[in-house]
Structures are given as C-alpha cells and as structure tokens.
C-alpha cells in the first residue's frame, strides 16, 4: 500500500530554517518522481520541488535558491531544506509521488495532477 509520511513541520522565525521529512512505503522510491507541494489557507495546492533520479531536481521560482530537495533511495526518505523562510512560506506542506514512472520525465511536474499520494501535511509557520 502506497504511504507518504511527512514530518518535520513547525514555527521559525523570518529568515530561519527547517527541514521536511517523507518516509515513503509501498513502492520502489527510485522509479518515480517526488514532489512537495504546499497550501496555504485560501489558496490552492502549490508546486514547489519535485525530483527524479534520472533528471535531478526541479523548483518554483519562489523557492529556487532557498530550497533543496534530496532524496535517499536506499532509506526511502525525501527531503526538503528550506532556508530563509519568508511569511509567505506559510503552509501546509505536502510529499507526493508522480503517477507516472521517473524516466518518463525529461524533467519533473510541479502540477498536482501528475502525482498521488496526498495524505496529510506538515505545518510551516514562519512569523517575525
């Protein structure tokens, strides 16, 4: 049974940092892609990372250059560092596996309807 697991989620402070946690279970995690999504309150789901094994890692342009996604094949673990938090950042945050195969990606989705998975989130609060 497919499961995504998040964790990692809580306050910081503007210009802090947290890093997210995705266990994932019930599929091979190096034959698909991973991405992060996130919703605020009022608004719809977010794109924000996604990655493949085989093209690397794809960002929103509101996070490029203050987040990094990674993964760990071997630990089924995803990961999500965000630095310089921004109000804006403000969320739920989501991980959810692509409904396709990795390697039919010349570079990975950031819209919801390419993948699944969609459990609960992990709240960011980032406040002055």
């Known amino acids: 049974q497919l499961q995504l697991v998040v964790s990692g989620g809580g306050s910081v402070q503007i210009g802090g940092s947290l890093t997210l946690s995705c266990a994932v279970s019930g599929f091979t995690l190096d034959d698909f892609a991973i991405a992060w999504f996130r919703k605020a309150p009022g608004k719809g789901h977010q794109g924000v990372s996604c990655i493949t094994s085989g093209t690397g890692p794809n960002y929103s342009e509101f996070v490029k250059g203050r987040f990094t996604v990674s993964r760990d094949n071997a630990k089924n673990m995803v990961y999500l560092q965000m630095d310089r938090l921004r109000p804006e950042d403000t969320a739920d945050y989501y991980c959810?596996?692509?409904?396709?195969?990795?390697?039919?990606?010349?570079?990975?989705?950031?819209?919801?309807?390419?993948?699944?998975?969609w459990g609960p989130g992990t709240l960011v609060v980032v406040s002055a």
């Open positions: 959810v596996v692509s409904v396709q195969r990795g390697d039919e990606y010349q570079k990975c989705p950031l819209y919801a309807e390419n993948y699944r998975g």
